[in-house]
Structure formats: structure tokens, C-alpha cells
T-cell receptor, first 114, second 117 residues
Framework: DAGVTQSPTHLIKTRGQQVTLRCSPK?????VSWYQQALGQGPQFIFQ???????QRGNFPDRFSGHQFPNYSSELNVNALLLGDSALYLC?????????????FGAGTRLSVL | AQKITQTQPGMFVQEKEAVTLDCTYD???????LFWYKQPSSGEMIFLIY??????QNATEGRYSLNFQKARKSANLVISASQLGDSAMYFC??????????????FGTGTRLQVTL
């Protein structure tokens, strides 16, 4: 049973570029959440997708957008990259609607913006 | 607003000893969930243990137990019989409200645990 998979594992971009990160949820899960983890800090919630809709959003600018596909996989898009966007981006999947709603994480995509 | 506080940036423990990692939280909700995750240097966040706010007994999962003191708003992780492979960052996290509409996790700043021989 495959867990949460993310691609790519590493990415290097320059300021102003756009990037797309991908996530496949754990088998049977229908909810995908995205987090940004800066070096030395805890993850910060970006947004969550359920039934192809953005259900909840954290305090991130509109440059951060996402999408969920009918097969529950998800993409995170970041436009007009800034140096401060350099971080580990973590995707988590869960089964919405029932407790305890544990989120299982992938290994992350490490984004470096030069 | 919900907040998680982990006051121990780093901890050392000898192999086979027990260790307690501290976590306090702040919320105005009556219904919430508390989680502990382990993050090795590889980066993946590994779920360890969960405690619901209405659970009367402390959660246990193998060598992990959660010391839940609701009145003090604390949810400390206890690792018994530490192993070298336990060396990692440990994060406490909270989910406010009932699931279905609001399930984002708020994380603390983490505690780096080093297990020594």
C-alpha cells in the first residue's frame, strides 16, 4: 500500500519563475493538505482540498494556488517566486469526514529559489 | 487563535532510557485533536500518536504514550526505552474543531531529540 508520494523531491528555480509541485494521496484518502516548512521551523498550513474544492486556506498570498483532480491527487502552484519561498513543501492526505482524521505526510519537495 | 508551544529546542537521552517531550497548547474550542509527529533528517513527517480532547484515557502506541492533562492544556510525549533510531525532530500539532470542515494542523517549533549510547 503506497503512502503519500510527492514529486519532484528537489527543485531549483530563480526569482520570478513559476513552479508546480505534485502529490498523490495514500490509497483510500480523499483530502489533501499542503504545508510549507521553512528551515528550523514547524510546518505552516497553506490550504486543503476536498472533493476538488479548496476547503480551507492558511495565511498565504494568492501566488499560492492549488488543484485537486478527480483521482484525489493534487498540485501546488506558486507564481512569481520569491527568495522567501525556499522551503520544504509537504503534502498530507487524510480521510475527510470522520475522526480522528489523521494526516499522513509525504517526504516533501525541497524548493530552492535563487 | 490556536497555538502550540514546545519549549525544549533540544533534548539528549541515553539509549534504553525514557524521555518526555513537552507540549502545551492554547485553544478556545472544546473539541480538538492533538498529534505528535517525528521528522527524521530525510524530511518525511511520520505520525506517532493521537489524542482527542474528549478521550478519557491517555493514548498509547507501542513505546509512545501521550500524557494528556486537559486542565493544564498540555500533551507531553513520552518515549520509553529510547533507541538510536529515535534521534529526530519531534513536532506537536493540534487540529481545532470537529473534522469535516476544519482540519488544518497547527504545529509547534519542534524538539530535536538525540539518543546517545
Amino acid at each position: 500500500d503506497a503512502g503519500v508520494t510527492q514529486s519532484p523531491t528537489h527543485l531549483i528555480k530563480t526569482r520570478g519563475q513559476q513552479v508546480t509541485l505534485r502529490c498523490s494521496p495514500k490509497s483510500g484518502h480523499d483530502t489533501v493538505s499542503w504545508y510549507q516548512q521553512a528551515l528550523g521551523q514547524g510546518p505552516q498550513f497553506i490550504f486543503q482540498y476536498y472533493e476538488e474544492e479548496e476547503r480551507q486556506r492558511g495565511n498565504f498570498p494568492d501566488r499560492f494556488s492549488g488543484h485537486q483532480f478527480p483521482n484525489y491527487s493534487s498540485e501546488l502552484n506558486v507564481n512569481a517566486l520569491l527568495l522567501g519561498d525556499s522551503a520544504l513543501y509537504l503534502c498530507a492526505s487524510s480521510l475527510g469526514g470522520g475522526l480522528p482524521n489523521i494526516q499522513y505526510f509525504g517526504a516533501g519537495t525541497r524548493l530552492s529559489v535563487l | 487563535a490556536q497555538k502550540i508551544t514546545q519549549t525544549q529546542p533540544g533534548m539528549f537521552v541515553q539509549e534504553k532510557e525514557a524521555v518526555t517531550l513537552d507540549c502545551t497548547y492554547d485553544t478556545s474550542d472544546q473539541s480538538y485533536g492533538l498529534f505528535w509527529y517525528k521528522q527524521p533528517s530525510s524530511g518525511e513527517m511520520i505520525f506517532l500518536i493521537y489524542q482527542g480532547s474528549y478521550d478519557e484515557q491517555n493514548a498509547t502506541e507501542g513505546r509512545y504514550s501521550l500524557n494528556f492533562q486537559k486542565a493544564r492544556k498540555s500533551a507531553n510525549l513520552v518515549i520509553s526505552a529510547s533507541q538510536l533510531g529515535d534521534s529526530a525532530m519531534y513536532f506537536c500539532a493540534m487540529r481545532e474543531g470537529v473534522t469535516g470542515t476544519a482540519s488544518k494542523l497547527t504545529f509547534g517549533t519542534g524538539t530535536r531529540l538525540q539518543v546517545t549510547l
